[in-house]
Every structure is written in C-alpha cells, then in structure tokens.
C-alpha cells in the first residue's frame, strides 16, 4: 500500500520515464519473449484513439466559437498554417544538408528487391475536396482529422452565429468538450504501463542489431531532428519571437515529448501537448485551436526523414540529384507532410510521394523499413514540439500569451 501511495504521488513525467527504462530493460534481457507485454502497449493505443476524434472535435467547436468571428479566425488559421509550412521547408532544408554532409547511403550494399506501388500526388482541388465530409459522423467513426478540423470549424462559427439560439447547443458541447478532457486524464494515468509494454515490445524485437548497418542514417535523423527541435523552434520560435527561456520551454514540454517518443503518435499526444502548451501561457482558445490543427497538418519532423530518406535512396542507388531535384525534394516533402496523418508509420507510406517526385526507386521503402520505427521515434518529437512553438508564436502575435499568470504549480 505504502509503495502503491508512493507511485501514485509521483509525477507523471517521472512514471511515464520508470515505465520507458524499466521497458527497456525488460526488452533487453527478455528479448522476444518481451512481446508478451505488447497488450499494454495496444490498450494504451486503443484508449488514445478512443479520446481522439470526440476530443478534437469539441476543442474545435469551442476554440471557433470563442474566437467569435470569422475574420479572427482566418487570421489565426492563416498565421498558424503559414507558420506549420514554413518550419516544414526550413526541416527539409536542414535534413538535406546533414544527410548530403554526412553521405550516409555511401557505400551501403542493397540485398532487397520489394516491389512497392507509387503513390500520386493528389491535385490542390482533390486535396481541397477531401478536407470536406460527405458525413461528418463517418469522419468521426474513420477519425479522419482532416474532415473533422473542417466540421468542427464551421459548426462552431455557425453557433456563434446563431447567438441565444444556437447557446445551447454551444454549451451542450463546451460539457462535452470537459467530459472528454476528464475521461483523458483518465486514460493518461495508464501511460507508464502502456509506455513500458511498447519499449519492452520494441526493444525485444529489434534488439542492437537492427541499428549498426544503417547506424548513419539514423544519426543523420536523430542529428537533424535534435538540433531543428533545439535551434529552430526551442531558440528561434520560442526564445527569441515567443520570449519564453528554451530551458523552460523544454522543461514544461519534457512529459509530451517522452510520450511521443515512446508511442510515436503526433494524434495521441494531443491532450498531453495541449496541457504542456497551456503550462506555457497560450490562452485556451489558441491552444485548442492550433494543437490538434497541428497534429495533421505540421510534420516538421517527417519531412527531416522524407528528407533523410531521399538522399539514402540516391546513395545507395548511386544517382545523382541535382539542384532542381533537391528543390522539388523540398517542395514535395512539405505538401506530403502536411497530408501525413499523425499516426505510426503514415510518414513511410507518404514517402512513396517523395521518392516518385524525383523518380528515385521505391524498393529504398523497404531498406528502411526495418528501421521505421525507430525513425518514427525521432521524428515524431518535432512534430509535436513544432505545434507547441507555433502556439506561443500566434498566441504572441495574438496577445493572447501570458507566462506570467501560469499558477506555479503547472510549471512543475
């Protein structure tokens, strides 16, 4: 009982860590036999998914109906969207240069020869088209974030729009949106366990050596993403525009970044990023809006591996590409990432996009992927740090940015 009090006393960053360590050494002495505690692992994916789509969709609702116009509200959709691709060819950019740096398919003998189908890039009116449900109650049930964003926005401004009428639908949804948040905390209470089963699953699976023959391919992600994370959005957007100390950035944001490193789910840690944003002094209705925006449409962190990906291909392949390819590579790479859902594994279907573009063979797909997951571990981290810093940046601009109203407490 004492030892039960005792755990339950500590932080959560500090139980989700016990469970990351404890899952990796259980993985390592374990080895396959560890796959038996892969079930934690899925319940915790599963109660995540469960809270995702009704979460989103409420935050939504109430995040377009308390910005109360819709004049406000492209303009804080325009500057977050501007800002979500802009730090996305700034990643592909950095991912190149260290990847071309560090030559990291040189040398490298391919042994597969997997066949795998292109994927086209779909048109701007196709894209456009799809953002719009048919039914937006199947959006929900497939948790299409895309379609939800669209619905949940417009339904939002309409209710507003309808002033006393249109309340208490509003209010319907604003005890929605807090029920869902409860029933989140909830389901974060599992993470330790959850995080302890997928290391211990991962780590039993793919052991040390899956790492040493593509040792600088990995580096090269792990290296871009480290220092994009740190430079770009920790002293860039968030120290130098945001005013906000890195150190302290980093040190609120620690509990979202060990989850999605663990679990490498963008979609999934939004409730954790959305507490860790509001910890910073972005208002709600900044936070609510830009968050699980974010979560679908900012891939900073997969576009460093598109990137990444990119020139491994070229190397070991042995083609050269020249400037006008690394500049479709980028161009290419953004509007991907923006179309990757933030799932495991969406970023090496969407890279089938990428590799088509440049005309570099899609049997590279199946080079990494025996390495995707734990690629995936570095690249989600961006990804999410990345919407974080885009809400102090608008919440700034927006003077809707308050640190110095944060309780004490929260910034434990």
């Known amino acids: 009982m004492f030892l039960l009090k005792k755990w339950q006393s500590l932080s959560l960053f500090t139980r989700i860590m016990v469970g990351f360590v404890l899952g990796i050494i259980a993985g390592f002495v374990m080895k396959g ?37 819709f004049k406000t509200l492209g303009k804080i959709g325009g500057k977050t969207l501007f ?29 597969s020869t997997a066949a795998y189908n292109a994927k086209e890039i779909p048109s701007v009116v196709k894209t456009l088209m799809n953002i719009i449900p048919t039914n937006p109650f199947n959006a929900l049930s497939t948790q299409n974030l895309l379609q939800i964003i669209f619905f949940a926005l417009l339904l939002g401004f309409a209710l507003i729009k309808l002033g006393d009428k249109g309340a208490p639908v509003l209010n319907f949804f604003r005890a929605w949106t807090e029920a869902w948040k409860t029933i989140t905390n909830i389901v974060l209470e599992f993470t330790p366990y959850g995080v302890f089963g997928l290391m211990a699953n991962i780590v039993g699976k793919y052991g040390l050596d899956v790492l040493m023959p593509y040792v600088k391919t990995i580096a090269a992600c792990y290296i871009t993403c480290i220092l994009f994370t740190i430079f770009v ?117 969407m890279l089938t996009i990428v590799l088509n573009a440049v005309n570099l063979p899609l049997e590279t797909i199946a080079l990494l992927a025996g390495i995707d997951r734990i690629l995936n571990m570095a690249r989600v981290i ?30 434990d």
């Open 382 to 411: 961006p990804n999410i740090v990345g919407d974080a810093a885009v809400a102090v940046m608008v919440a700034k601009s927006e003077g809707e940015l308050h640190p110095e109203l944060v309780p004490a407490e929260a910034e």
């Open 33 to 69: 036999d560890a796959a038996m505690f892969a079930f934690l692992g899925t319940i915790l994916t599963r109660l995540l998914t469960m809270v995702v789509a009704p979460l989103v969709l409420g935050l939504l609702i109430c995040a377009a109906a308390d910005v109360k116009d």
């Open 83 to 111: 800002l979500f691709l802009a730090g996305t060819a700034v990643a592909v950019a950095i991912g190149l240069f260290f990847s071309l740096t560090m030559k990291i398919g040189a040398g490298f003998v391919m042994k």
């Open 233 to 349: 959005q920790g002293g860039l957007m968030v120290g130098l525009y945001g005013r906000i100390s890195p150190m302290k950035f980093f040190s609120t944001m620690k509990e979202a970044m060990l989850f999605v490193f663990a679990t490498c789910s963008s979609v999934a840690t939004i409730p954790l990023n959305l507490k860790c944003t509001k910890r910073l002094g972005v208002s709600d209705k900044i936070a609510d809006f830009v968050v699980p925006f974010g979560a679908v449409m900012n891939m900073n962190g997969t576009a460093i591996y598109e990137a990444v990906a990119v020139v491994f291909a070229s190397q070991v392949f042995g083609i050269n590409l020249s400037v006008t390819q690394l500049v479709m590579v980028m161009v290419t790479a953004v509007l991907a990432s923006v179309g990757t859902a933030g799932i495991p594994g969406s970023g090496l279907v």
